[in-house]
C-alpha cells in the first residue's frame, strides 16, 4: 500500500541521515574527501526521500483516505480542497514533517552552494544539519507518525478546526516554519566552524543572507499570524502574549540581536564570543517553541494537544545546550577580540546596549512564558501571567529598543566628540520634541502615547538624516543629481539602507501599536431591526439579516449600515459560522479599514424570536500601520538581502581570479 511506502520511506531517510552523520563525522576527523561527499550525497537522497514522503501525505489528504489516522483527525469529504491541502500541518505530525522537509530542502541548497567554496567547514556543516535531521526523523518514525493506520476505514474525518479555516492561517504557518527552521543554517556554520577551529569571519560572512532569510520569515510569520488572530478570533486585538505568540517571538529578538551584533564583528572584531552565544541561543529558542507548540505543556488557541513527544524534544535540547556550551568553551581562546570598545557613547556601544536590551526583551518574555509551568512543577499550582504584567514589563524595554534603533546610526566608531553628537542629534531631537508638542496641543494626555509617537518621529527623522547626508555627498563629489545619488547611494551599500528602510517599517509598527491599544474604544449593544448604536463618530444600525450554505458550514450574517459623523459609509456584515463538524461556532468580523483607525463588528450573538442581534463594536485607531509596516518590512529586507556593488565587484574578481588559477593548477 501506498502509504505503508510513505512510512518506509521516513525510515529510509532516518537511515541515510544517520549515515550522513557518522560519514561526516569520520571525513572531518581522518579528512577524507570521499566520505565527506558520502555524506553530502546523503543530504541530497534525504530531501528527495522527505519530498515524496510528503507527496504521499498530500494525496491521502486531497483524495479522504481516511484510514490514514492523520487524514480522518484533520479533513473530511465537504472540507474544500484549499484547506485539505492546510491539513497537511494542520496537527502535529505533518507539521513536524513540513518541518523536517523545509529542514532537508535548507541543508541541500547549502551543500550544493558551499562544497566548493566553503571546502574546510562541509564536514562540520553536514554534521550539524544531519543531526538535527536526525533527531526530528525520530519523531515522525516513533512518536508522531504521520501515515499511521487505523484499524477501520471511517466514512468520513472529523475535519480541520474552523479557525484554521482562514487563508492567512494558510500562509502563517509555512512562513514561521520557514523562519525557525532557517536559523538552523546558521546555527550549523558557526557550529562548524567551532569543530573545524575555522573561527575568523569565514562562517559569519557565509550565513549573513541566511540570517536575513530566517529573520526575514519568522518576521513576516509572527505578522501574519497577529493578523489572522486580529480578524479571525474575534477579542478586537491582534496580540495577547499567548504562549505560542511568544514562542515565535522570543527568537525574533534574540536573531534581531544577533544580526546587529554580527556587524561589529565584521568591522572591528569585536563579540566573536558573544556571536557564538546569540546564534546557538536562536537557534535553541528555535526548537524550545516547537517543543512548547507540539508537547501540550502549556495552554494555547494555537498549541497541539498533549503528546508523547515531549521528553525527546528535552532530550535534544539538553544535547544542543550541552554539545555547543562544550565547543564555545573548547574554542574559547580561538575566539577572544583582539579589539575592545574604547568608548561606550560610540555605535559599537550603541550596538552592545540594543544587544542587551533585546535579550533582556527575550528572557523577560521567556521567563514570563515558562512561569506557569514552572509554578506547577515546583508548587503544584499553575500560577498564570497576564497580558497586563507583559505590558508593564515590555512597554519600557520596547521604548528603550525604539530609542536605540534612531540613536545607534547618529553615533560615530570608536568614540562619538560632543560636538559630533550635538550635530547629529540636533535635527532628530528636535523633530521629536516638537511632534511630542503637537501631540500636545492637540489634546494628547496619555504619558506613554506621547513618549512613543515622540520617540518614532525621532526615529524617522535620524534615518531621513542618514538618506539625506549620504546622498548631499555623492551630489557634492560627483557631481549626480540627487535622485540618480540616492539610487546610486543604495545601491553601493544595500545592506546598510535596507537595514535603515527595517527601522521604519519598525517605526510603523509601534505607531500601529500604539494608537490601537492606548486609544481603542468599545460599546456594545443587543438591536432591534432598525435600531442604532453609536461607538465615536460612527453611528451602527442594524438592518436585516441573511443566512447560506455549504456542505462544510452553516453561515449567519447581521448587516449593520454605518455611518461616519452622519454620511453613509458602508455595510458591515459580521458573521456566526457553524460548521458541520465542530460544536463550538465561530465568529467572522466585519471590518471597515482606513489609514486612520478600523471600526472592528463583532456578532456575538442573534435571538431569532425577537429578532435581537448582539454586537460589540472595537475603534481602533492607527492600526493598519502595523500591516503597513509589514509590507516596508519586505521591501527593506529585500533590498538588504541583494548583493550591493562592492559585493558584485568583488565576486567578479574572485571569478576571475578561480578562472585563471585552476587551469594552472592543472
Not at 136 to 156: G, M, Q, S, T, Y
Not at 223 to 228: E, H, I, T, V
Not at 444 to 455: C, D, E, F, N, Y
Request: aromatic content about 12%.
Amino acid at each position: 500500500m501506498i502509504f505503508e511506502v510513505g512510512a518506509y520511506l521516513l525510515t529510509l531517510a532516518l537511515g541515510v541521515t544517520a549515515w550522513s552523520v557518522v560519514t561526516a563525522g569520520l571525513g572531518s576527523y581522518s579528512r577524507s574527501a570521499s566520505l565527506q561527499e558520502s555524506a553530502e550525497r546523503g543530504v541530497l537522497i534525504t530531501s528527495v526521500l522527505l519530498g515524496v514522503s510528503s507527496l504521499i501525505l498530500i494525496y491521502a489528504l486531497v483524495g479522504s483516505h481516511f484510514q490514514v489516522r492523520y487524514v480522518a483527525d484533520y479533513t473530511s469529504r465537504d472540507l474544500p480542497l484549499f484547506y485539505k491541502l492546510t491539513g497537511f500541518w494542520g496537527g502535529q505530525s505533518g507539521s513536524l514533517l513540513l518541518w523536517t522537509l523545509i529542514l532537508s530542502g535548507l541543508s541541500s541548497v547549502a551543500v550544493l552552494k558551499y562544497r566548493d567554496r566553503l571546502r574546510d567547514l562541509m564536514p562540520g556543516l553536514v554534521l550539524v544539519l544531519s543531526a538535527i535531521m536526525v533527531f526530528f526523523l525520530i519523531l515522525l518514525n516513533f512518536a508522531a507518525k504521520p501515515f499511521e493506520l487505523l484499524a477501520f476505514l471511517p466514512a468520513d474525518g472529523r475535519g480541520l478546526n474552523p479557525q484554521l479555516q482562514n487563508p492567512f492561517m494558510v500562509i502563517h504557518p509555512p512562513l514561521l516554519y520557514l523562519g525557525f527552521v532557517g536559523f538552523s543554517v546558521p546555527f550549523a556554520f558557526a557550529m562548524a566552524a567551532l569543530i573545524g577551529g575555522r573561527t575568523d569571519n569565514t562562517w559569519l560572512r557565509a550565513t549573513r543572507r541566511w540570517t536575513l532569510f530566517a529573520w526575514f520569515f519568522l518576521s513576516i510569520g509572527i505578522l501574519l499570524g497577529a493578523y489572522w488572530a486580529y480578524i479571525e478570533l474575534g477579542w478586537g486585538g491582534y496580540w495577547a502574549w499567548d504562549p505560542v505568540e511568544n514562542a515565535s517571538f522570543i527568537p525574533w529578538l534574540t536573531g534581531t540581536a544577533f544580526l546587529h551584533s554580527v556587524m561589529i564583528q565584521e568591522k572591528k572584531g569585536m563579540l566573536r564570543v558573544w556571536n557564538m552565544v546569540l546564534v546557538l541561543l536562536t537557534f535553541f529558542l528555535c526548537i524550545l517553541g516547537t517543543f512548547l507548540t507540539r508537547s501540550g505543556v502549556i495552554s494555547s488557541v494555537h498549541a497541539f494537544a498533549r503528546s508523547d513527544v515531549a521528553p525527546l524534544f528535552v532530550g535534544f535540547l539538553s544535547v544542543v545546550a550541552v554539545a555547543s556550551t562544550a565547543l564555545i568553551l573548547y574554542r574559547l581562546p580561538m575566539l577572544r577580540s583582539t579589539t575592545q570598545i574604547e568608548s561606550i557613547i560610540s555605535r559599537e556601544g550603541a550596538f552592545l546596549v540594543n544587544n542587551v536590551l533585546l535579550v533582556v526583551s527575550a528572557f523577560a518574555v521567556l521567563w514570563a512564558t515558562l512561569f506557569p509551568i514552572l509554578s506547577e512543577w515546583v508548587r503544584g499550582v499553575k500560577i498564570t501571567v497576564s497580558s497586563p504584567f507583559y505590558n508593564q514589563i515590555m512597554t519600557p524595554l520596547g521604548l528603550l529598543l525604539l530609542l536605540a534603533t534612531g540613536a545607534g546610526p547618529l553615533i560615530a566608531w570608536r568614540k562619538a566628540s560632543p560636538k559630533q553628537l550635538r550635530s547629529q542629534f540636533m535635527g532628530p531631537t528636535l523633530t521629536g520634541l516638537i511632534t511630542t508638542g503637537a501631540l500636545i496641543f492637540a489634546g494628547v494626555r496619555h504619558t506613554g502615547a506621547l513618549i512613543s509617537l515622540g520617540l518614532c518621529a525621532f526615529v524617522l527623522a535620524a534615518v531621513f538624516s542618514e538618506f539625506y547626508r549620504g546622498t548631499q555627498a555623492r551630489v557634492r563629489s560627483m557631481g549626480e543629481r540627487p535622485l540618480p545619488a540616492l539610487i546610486a547611494l543604495v545601491d553601493r551599500n544595500k545592506r546598510r539602507y535596507g537595514g535603515y528602510l527595517v527601522h521604519v517599517a519598525i517605526v510603523m509598527i509601534f505607531v500601529g501599536i500604539t494608537g490601537s491599544s492606548v486609544f481603542q474604544s468599545e460599546a456594545q449593544a443587543s438591536l432591534k431591526r432598525g435600531e442604532s448604536m453609536q461607538l465615536g463618530p460612527y453611528e451602527l444600525e442594524y438592518t436585516d439579516t441573511s443566512s447560506h450554505a455549504t456542505p462544510n458550514v452553516e453561515v449567519f450574517a447581521a448587516h449593520v449600515r454605518v455611518r461616519r459623523n452622519g454620511q453613509d459609509v458602508g455595510v458591515l456584515a459580521p458573521e456566526r459560522n457553524f460548521y458541520i463538524h465542530w460544536d463550538q461556532p465561530s465568529s467572522e468580523v466585519g471590518l471597515l479599514s482606513t489609514l486612520r483607525e478600523d471600526l472592528y463588528v463583532i456578532l456575538v450573538g442573534h435571538d431569532p424570536r425577537t429578532d435581537t442581534a448582539t454586537f460589540k463594536v472595537y475603534l481602533n485607531p492607527l492600526v493598519n500601520w502595523i500591516w503597513l509596516g509589514g509590507l516596508m518590512l519586505i521591501i527593506g529586507t529585500h533590498i538588504a538581502v541583494l548583493p550591493d556593488r562592492r559585493e558584485r565587484t568583488a565576486h567578479e574578481l574572485s571569478g576571475l581570479l578561480r578562472e585563471q588559477l585552476i587551469p594552472a593548477r592543472g
